[in-house]
């Protein structure tokens, strides 16, 4: 999996280049880049402090490997979250890589601006862009806090593992979500499908 992510990578981005979405949000979906910079500006200010505490952040760190948990079929028994002392999520059978590593590239806050947009009118989709920038932002903000090397998540997957597969889960993930947005799910899903199968092609050419 770390090899596969490696191959994928420059094709991930060579796609989503491909795909347009950056230079439409800088065109045409400036509501985004506000959410994207007004949760910066307030982490630089205001939530990157001690004081602010670090509940919620670690609650939806937690609310992931749950999240991975029931996606690979096991039964969660437990989460508990502190203001500045971690938190755990409890998993009958233990946790695999995947739950392990998921906090690191999957933003589970997204699933709450995507969720609003099916059901919400079209005219307060600004507001629904704004969120998913603000989501974005909140996303690498966090991970960027939790990635060090005390990390118990990272040391039980390996850190070789974890730096050679989260650029490319990352990428991947954040083009599936703008592309999903701008686009519609079904080019989302094209996207995810032209990495891999680009990769491929071009992997096989030296066979």
Same mark, same amino acid.
């Given at each position: ?16 280049? @491909? ?17 994207f910079i007004g ?81 919400? @009118?079209?005219? *307060? ?12 932002? *909140? ?13 118990? @998540? ?16 990352n990428v991947m993930? *954040? ?7 701008? @686009? ?24």
């Amino acid at each position: 999996m770390a090899a596969a992510s490696i191959v994928i990578l420059p094709f991930s981005l060579i796609e989503l280049g @491909d795909s347009g979405v950056i230079g439409e949000i800088f065109s045409n979906k400036l509501t985004i880049l506000v959410g994207f910079i007004g949760y910066f500006l307030l982490w630089v200010f205001f939530f990157s402090k001690r004081s602010a505490g670090s509940f919620f952040s670690t609650f939806e760190h937690e609310l992931t490997h749950a999240l991975f948990a029931w996606i690979t079929f096991k039964k969660v028994t437990g989460l508990q979250a502190t203001w500045n002392s971690g938190g755990v999520c409890h998993i009958d059978g233990g946790k695999n890589w995947l739950i392990f590593i998921a906090p690191y590239f999957f933003p589970t806050l997204m699933l709450i601006p995507m969720g609003l947009s099916v059901i919400v @009118d079209r005219q *307060y989709y600004d507001s629904i862009e704004v969120m998913l920038g603000a989501v974005m932002a *909140y996303h690498m903000t966090s991970t960027y806090v939790e990635t060090h090397r005390g990390q118990t @998540d990272l040391q039980e997957t390996g850190f070789l593992f974890a730096a050679l597969f989260l650029p490319t889960a990352n990428v991947m993930i *954040y083009g599936w979500g703008l592309i999903y947005f701008l @686009d519609g799910p079904d080019e989302a899903i094209a996207y995810v499908f032209s990495c891999w199968s680009t990769a491929w092609d071009w992997l096989v050419g030296f066979f």
